[in-house]
């Protein structure tokens, strides 16, 4: 059984960094990318950045390029989101998955997801 578990949310003013993990086990996660998605409230899941377990795909939205990293820790199964210079917009439910089809950033592709952590930016 998958299961995904995220930590690292909170509350951080405008400008200040944050970072996310996300624990996975249940199963060899080598072929996969793991990814971070998005929810504010009244609106939809949004696509945030993903990465493979191998390290050759890696791929951003547009709107936290230059400002989030993805990363990964293969011995440990783990991933990571470092969020720096936060915006008030960033302010969102951001949750944890996995895929078996890399490339792929649609949230209807992720087979797996973590229950989610909140971060707030104020302003």
Do not use: H
């Given at each position: 059984?998958?299961?995904?578990?995220?930590?690292?949310?909170?509350?951080?003013?405008?400008?200040?960094?944050?970072?996310?993990?996300?624990?996975?086990?249940?199963?060899?996660?080598?072929?996969?990318?793991m990814g971070w998605f998005r929810q504010a409230p009244g609106k939809e899941r949004e696509f945030v950045a993903a990465?493979?377990?191998?390290?050759?795909?890696?791929?951003?939205?547009?709107?936290?390029?230059?400002?989030?990293?993805?990363?990964?820790?293969?011995?440990?199964?783990?991933?990571?989101?470092?969020?720096?210079?936060?915006?008030?917009?960033?302010?969102?439910?951001?949750?944890?998955?996995?895929?078996?089809?890399?490339?792929?950033?649609?949230?209807?592709?992720?087979?797996?997801?973590?229950?989610?952590?909140?971060?707030?930016?104020?302003?």
């Amino acid at each position: 059984q998958v299961q995904l578990v995220e930590s690292g949310g909170g509350l951080v003013q405008a400008g200040g960094s944050l970072r996310l993990s996300c624990a996975a086990s249940g199963r060899t996660f080598s072929s996969d990318a793991m990814g971070w998605f998005r929810q504010a409230p009244g609106k939809e899941r949004e696509f945030v950045a993903a990465i493979t377990w191998r390290g050759d795909w890696i791929y951003y939205a547009d709107s936290v390029k230059g400002r989030f990293t993805i990363s990964r820790d293969n011995a440990k199964n783990t991933v990571y989101l470092q969020m720096n210079s936060l915006k008030p917009e960033d302010t969102a439910v951001y949750y944890c998955t996995v895929t078996n089809r890399p490339g792929v950033i649609t949230a209807s592709a992720y087979d797996y997801w973590g229950q989610g952590t909140q971060v707030t930016v104020s302003s």
